[in-house]
């Protein structure tokens, strides 16, 4: 109880301060990395390591060839609310620099023990300060070259609530490439380089222009399904890239925004992308993008986050305009113009673009008597437009033993499913019908252990960003369970060498992306088979013959005796409606027949 002399509000000691603002700002040992950069990208530096144990845990140590600090700045950084970003309220309205608040470094020591060594231009000795939870600094001199070098060790040491919601090293440690990987994306003339446990991830040099640092980050194979784009009006400037339709997927990432520099998260962007695809983008698909805008500071707020990770814009309808239309103006520009539709070759739906060398389970050769006349899609007012967003192998489903009187009746617009199935009407969709078949049989066939490996014939190459080949090499144990056999080729490199023979031909690339991005949310380790199912229903979902796919009665037959013998469910693993059933009494009440 408090006496009534002393009161119940107090002002809080200093170091139960630094540790609330800690948990404001450091939310991981990524969080760490990302301050930490941003502090070395604002002094100027063109050289970066980041040096890392234990996902972060135990250490990260960042050095730079940044200007340094004289002593008094050196002591003075570690106090909270010191910076020398700002002087005066105003500067907060045209802010040119990625740090500003001054809380990192203390609240970084705060919860680590921390050790600063830096060294301004032209100084002989430079100034190291250490810190055991940001409680007493010790300061001494030392000899070394310009720039700045921080340790922070045991992240989280003196705070085991925080601690203890860390997830896997794997998992950590795939959050600090990502940080890298944004912060080098958005300054290609800086060099980067990353090491884990002491060896080399990787290492960005120094490139001339953003796309080049692309090609760094994301591969050879960006190039093949990013469209550039460019625009500009009324003060906003935007640059960079976007998938073309062709290649979206069902994954979210990447999903890049920068603005001024700096990568956030924006509701307006990803509406306006959103909005800016239109009809291009199939349903259900996601589209990927890389955005560098660039606008006056003034119509600029980014002080709405602690973290700085979101902004908020003055005009916000303008930046909205901007965007939607420099991705329109990607596919609707003039017929006279070179167009991205004109440059990208034809993708028809007879073409089996998905086929990887597997011997098929589920799909065999397509031959020129399986499609019912009329199916063809090239022959219907919408086939160039389902050209345009439809990769689907178009090769037959192969036929079970039949469960229940079956009569195909047909397909409405190359996705709904038209049949009778003993003396009931059902329209299907194909698409979550199939997903369903698919994932019910992975589920069964692993619980029998009888869920049996395909070998791919040349196995296929995997190229991932960093963060995503972290991610990986915590899955693989759980990939090889299900049959996705993948192995690390190289240093940064992974093939894939079998799949479940139950999924036939697969395009193997996306659907490892997919699955990593869906494991990401998915850390429930209660059962492996917790774990498997959203593994199963992201591989039943990639290989589902999907909606715009023309399908011959036999194929269509054999697909309702599939779905029938599973007993006729009536939604996909994610939730999603598969059919409509009218009996035949309702039909006869419908038309006023007597029943």
């Known amino acids: 109880m408090h006496s009534p002399a002393q009161g119940k509000i107090q002002v809080l000691p200093d170091d139960v301060s630094c540790r609330i603002a800690a948990g404001e700002v450091v939310e991981r040992p990524a969080s760490v990395v990302k301050e930490l950069l ?15 144990e234990e996902g972060g845990r135990r250490l990260i140590r960042i050095i730079d060839n940044g200007e340094g600090m004289s002593r008094s700045d050196a002591q003075l950084s570690c106090q909270r ?38 060294i301004p231009p032209d100084s002989p000795v430079g100034t190291e300060t250490s810190s055991i939870g ?50 080098a994306l958005v300054n290609p003339t800086v060099h980067f380089r990353l090491f884990h446990q002491g060896n080399k991830v990787f290492e960005y040099p120094t490139a001339t222009t953003t796309q080049d640092r692309l090609l760094q980050v994301y591969g050879t194979a960006f190039l093949e399904r990013y469209v550039p784009l460019a625009h500009q009006s009324q003060g906003v400037q935007l640059a960079g890239f976007t998938v ?78 901007g965007i939607r239309q420099a991705i329109k103006n990607v596919f609707f520009e003039a017929p006279t113009q070179k167009t991205f539709l004109r440059e990208t070759p034809e993708i028809t739906l007879t073409e089996p673009v998905t086929s990887r060398g597997l011997k098929p389970s589920f799909w065999s050769p397509a ?103 972290s991610q990986l090499e915590e899955w693989l144990p759980t990939f090889e369970k299900v049959g996705l056999q993948i192995e690390r080729f190289g240093q940064t490199a992974y093939v894939v060498r079998s799949v479940p023979s139950i999924l036939g031909s697969v395009s193997v690339g996306p659907l490892v992306m997919e699955l990593l991005e869906e494991l990401t949310e998915w850390r429930s380790q209660d059962s492996l088979e917790k774990a498997l199912r959203p593994i199963f229903a992201t ?34 693993p994610h939730g999603r409606r598969i059919a409509l059933r009218h009996s035949v009494q309702e039909l006869q009440t419908l038309f006023a027949r007597p029943t």
Not at 38 to 52: K, Q, R
Not at 283 to 312: A, C
Not at 436 to 451: D, H, I, Y
Request: aromatic residues 8%; proline residues 7%.
């Open 244 to 321: 073309s339709p062709h290649f979206a997927r069902n994954t979210r990432s990447p999903q890049e925004i920068f603005v001024n520099r700096r990568a956030v998260k924006n509701s307006t962007i990803a509406h306006a992308i959103q909005e800016g695809y239109g009809s291009f983008l199939p349903k259900g698909r996601q589209p990927q993008y890389i955005l560098f805008l660039t606008l006056d500071p003034d119509s600029l707020d980014v002080n709405v986050h602690p973290t700085k990770r979101e902004v908020r814009f003055s005009r916000p309808e303008i930046i909205h305009s």
């Open 81 to 118: 609310f010191a910076t020398s970003k700002l002087r005066h309220e105003n500067d907060l309205h045209h802010l040119n620099t990625l740090g500003f608040r001054g809380e990192a470094l203390p609240s970084i020591a705060s919860i680590s023990r921390f050790r600063l060594k830096t």
């Open 539 to 572: 591989m039943a979902c990639q290989c589902a013959v999907q909606a715009g796919r023309a399908m011959s009665h036999p194929e269509i037959h054999t697909l309702l005796q599939d779905w029938a013998q599973e007993r006729f469910p009536m939604t996909c």
């Open 367 to 469: 031959s020129s008597n399986t499609r019912s006349a009329g199916h063809s899609p090239t022959s219907t007012p919408t086939g160039r437009a389902l050209s345009l967003l439809v990769q689907e192998p178009t090769t037959p489903y192969a036929s079970p033993e039949q469960p229940c009187s079956i009569y195909p009746l047909g397909q409405i617009h190359h996705t709904y499913l038209l049949g009778q199935i003993d003396d009931d009407l059902y329209i299907i969709d194909q698409h979550t019908a199939h997903e369903r078949v698919l994932f019910e049989r992975l589920l069964r066939n692993w619980a029998n252990r009888e869920l049996s490996q395909q070998g791919l014939l040349i196995p296929e190459p995997l190229e991932l960003p960093p963060h995503q080949q």
């Open 134 to 183: 940001g409680t007493t600094w010790d300061i001494q001199d030392f000899a070394g070259t310009r720039g700045t070098e921080i340790e922070v060790r045991d992240v989280f040491f003196n705070t085991p609530g925080r601690l203890k919601f860390l997830k896997s090293v794997p998992t950590e440690f795939s959050k600090i490439c990502y940080v890298v990987q944004q912060a």
């Open 38 to 52: 941003e502090n070395s990208l604002d002094a100027g530096s063109t050289l970066i390591t980041i040096e890392v």
